[in-house]
């Protein structure tokens, strides 16, 4: 069976499009493919992210905040998801284009911004199982 191709945009590429495309990897696994980018990519992924990613056994620090022009190579893509992104979210060749309301918890403190860690978690699982992928239980990933 073939990989799902997943991409998660947000503005910045610094926090829950790349939580969302750690999470990916850790529910799905081989099943898919998962890419990040934002709109006007940052440059670096939020240390806040990468603590609040740790906590569950996964090196987000290993991830690099990057822009749709580099990750336009991979396309076509199953789904992209955008996450607050409004008119700044360019069209990418896609089966399927998802916006998920997601709150940008850049400047939130650690509780509040795992509560959005978590809720993108939940998310993607979601997201997997409407794909038809086998969701992993396991909570740690490299």
Known sequence: MEKKKLLFVCIENSNRSQMSQAFAKIYGGNA??????????????????????????YDLSKHDSK???????????????????????????AKRFIDWQIPDPKHMEPKAFNEVRDFIGEKIKELLKELNVQVSDTTTAS
Do not use: Q, R
């Open 32 to 57: 898919v493919e998962a890419f990040s980018a934002g709109s006007k990519p940052s440059g670096i992924v939020n240390p806040k992210a990468i603590a609040a990613m740790k906590e569950l056994g």
């Open 67 to 93: 822009s749709l022009d580099e990750v336009k190579s991979f396309a076509p893509f199953d789904a992209v998801v955008t996450m607050g992104c409004g008119d700044a979210c360019p069209w990418m060749p």
